[in-house]
């Protein structure tokens, strides 16, 4: 792309490199926020979306990879990289200014990294507790338990409504600020992290106005199981397993994005049949997570019948889950190189059976509740989010989807065999829940139609390619984006061309959800709260890792 | 006449593995001489107590889901008569903790438990709960509920089936009939446990005695931690 890479040498103190549809540019720490807001303000092309921010540790430096998308041309990617070589006091200047998603982001660099980022008025840690000690993604990280026992106590409130920042003004006057989250007067509620509707273990401050929300504070970490240092110690193979994990509703799919990454590292061949089978176990994952992400959005609003019928339709995936993977939530099924094991011979009749089921009980969830008065006086006109609002969030998937965004990896980017099926992306416009609540009945539909056609032309062939005993991926950067049902995953996979990978970062799409909760929230009532995140539909511990 | 036995209603005793000890405890229970009428009154009260668990689901993650498909349709938790799930801990009996227990909310967990009403019970459900499970490497993860708060019936798996889930819950409801209801320990007055914060250690040495009269193992395991 001409334009981009234009564009990229025209950054002031840049170096340029282009690999595929990624253009890696690196410049200074001092130049780094011009360089962004060109980016971002640009005439020709802006890029609007930051998909996200990536820290590292080199050793001896500390840098930070901000990952950045054109919504006009999504299949290319700018990884805006730079570092700073003091790792005692690391400062980076912040681009929140630019972008609304940043700010989650950078709060988490800093709590993995401990790199401050300048003039962000939020530097709390993201995940783990503020009295926390060390950063434990950098290499020298003391892992002693000694240092962090498990707390006898939970967390301070007024520690977490303490914001501390550093600010540099214009005059040059370095300035330690700290910053009060709620004011005096507020009436603030806790939501979780022990409560049903949270869709797990999610906890919510809310300062109210009488029912009015009037801020959102969302405090993560609950969760919080140190995915992304485990993976530093493990190998390539050992790592799957882990991803399962995280979203475990798309977990089939997100595995597909990490053997996906390592194979483009390996430069591995997968045979077809395993590229039909992995898509087909996609679709039937997607379909499940939105049934049972529409299941608890109804039973959210308190119709508990929504919730067993998800529940049964969601059954008979599980059933062709379980003949054919051997498990059910967890299916473990895709492998480096292919599947762990052929399809079962009743995969297919099964798979061919479940489509005129499921588009019969889609019929009946349609006329069971999406017509119902109750339901649509709920969702209409509430939670308006609007398309520049979603891209600058970072919303993606569904979300991003009822809102207008064309934002599916799978048209942007077609991997495995997306490009052998014929489907509509569906895009909404108005962006209300009621959008995001049809979006994702309609694309089980779309779903429904991508199996319907891939089932019977399965190729015939091996199932796995051969991999090597012990898998080693060449020195360089990996990146892979899928499309999870929630929104946009992406693998970052770091290799120092060892069987352990340097640094793995998987972009959570459920992030970026929550945040848009912060922002959608205000003004609405205490009540459409707890709908409001049932129409986002994330999944908790796909945030914390 | 015989008094306290372990048969439930749902399940044949002969079912269920691990049956020896059991077996061996109500021996030991009747031979050292039971008053009649107490022991019936008590197996009444427990006929009902274990039929009808108020579980407080704990749901952090994975497991939580599993836990959805065992109160749908196909798993119908309701037969059991554990399907009142309560969202408050002073109306449950039970903690089902489903999914990984972190650093962070560790205390939030003790202060639930802390807050059910007695007779209280925990069931850990999955891998995470019982020791770590995958995450055994990890910097933030507590290895096993156990360290927090004591534990009266793990379900392994990872996650564990819905059916797995229905076995524990019978295992549970044994165990609740075996128990000596009027014996049970009392909860403290709250006012005094806050006084008496030092005397925590003590309660649970004290609580632990009580239960390892009550002789359990393997499966059905011992209270064991305590209060940390």
Known sequence: MKVIADLAAQLPGATVEQQGNTFLVAVPKEKLHDAASMLRHNSKLQFDYLNDIIGLDNGDTLGVI?????????AYTIRLKTETDDRENPEIDTVVDLWDSADLYEREVYDFFGIRFVNNPDMRRLFLRQDWVGYPLRKDYDADPELNPIPHEAEDLDKMEDLPSLEIDLNGARLEKHRQLFEKEDYVVNFGPQHPSTHGALHLRIALEGEIVKKVDPNFGYIHRGI????????????LHLIDRMDYLSATIHRHGFCLAVEKGLQLETPERAHYIRTIIDELTRIASHLLGWGCMCNDMGAITAFIYGMRDREKIMDIFEQTCGGRLMANYSVIGGVMADIHPDFQKKVRAFVPYMRKMLKEHHILFTGNPIARGRMEGVGYLSKEKAISLGATGPTGRASGWSNDVRKIAPYAAYRHAEFAEMLRTDGLTFDRYVIRLDEIEESLKIIEQLVDNIPGGAYAAKTKAIIKLPEGEFHQRVEGSHGEFDVYINSRGEKYPYRVKFRSPCMTLVNTLKHIAVGTKVADLIMLGGSLDYVIPCIDR | MEVKNSYIRNMKHEDFKDNEYLDAYVKELRASGLNIAVAK????????RSNSVWPLVFGTSCCAIEFMSLAAARYDFSRFGWEVTRNSPRQADLIICCGTIVHKMAPVLKRLYDQLAEPKYVMAFGSCTIGGGPFKKSYHVVMG???????????????PRPDAMIYGMMQLARKIKMQDFFKLPKQPHPNLALQNESNTQDNAEKENGLLHEAGNDAVIEQKKGGAQ
């Open chain 1, 66 to 74: 901000y990952v950045l998308v054109a919504t006009q041309f999504s």
């Open chain 1, 228 to 239: 992304e240092k485990m993976c530093e110690a493990d190998t390539y193979p050992q790592i």
């Open chain 2, 41 to 48: 009154l008590d197996d009444l009260i427990n006929w009902g």
């Open chain 2, 145 to 159: 509920v156990n360290e927090v708060i004591p534990v009266d019936v793990y379900v392994p798996g990872c996650p």
